[in-house]
């Protein structure tokens, strides 16, 4: 098994920065998949931001530009670093993990306000 601890959501005004990080552990793959999702109330789940073992990435479009994720393979860390942040970024946001086997590992979210 794998589990996920979030950390560093909170409050933050528009145009504002917050760093998010991930740390897992556990039976983690060397080839596997980790990203962060969010949820804003009464909307879907949505990807955000994945990164491969190998370091290959991929953004949703509404974040491209204002986010940066990063893995360190060797800590087990995935940063998530949110820059311009806008008030249609507040949601709980969860870090994910997946990998070969198919197995999928969710942290328990952390929450993202962002004040116009």
């Known amino acids: 098994q794998v589990q996920l601890v979030e950390s560093g959501g909170g409050l933050v005004q528009a145009g504002g920065s917050l760093r998010l990080s991930c740390a897992a552990s556990?039976?983690?793959?060397?080839?596997?998949?980790m990203g962060w999702y969010r949820q804003a109330p009464g909307k879907q789940r949505e990807l955000v931001a994945s990164i491969t073992s190998s370091g290959s990435t991929n953004y949703v479009d509404s974040v491209k530009g204002r986010f940066t994720i990063s893995r360190d393979n060797a800590k087990n860390t995935v940063p998530l670093q949110m820059n311009s942040l806008k008030p249609e970024d507040t949601a709980v946001y969860y870090c994910?993990?997946?990998?070969?086997?198919?197995?999928?590992?969710w942290g328990q979210g952390t929450q993202v306000t962002v004040s116009s």
């Open positions: 556990g039976s983690i793959f060397s080839t596997s998949i």
């Open positions: 994910w993990y997946g990998d070969y086997r198919g197995y999928e590992a």
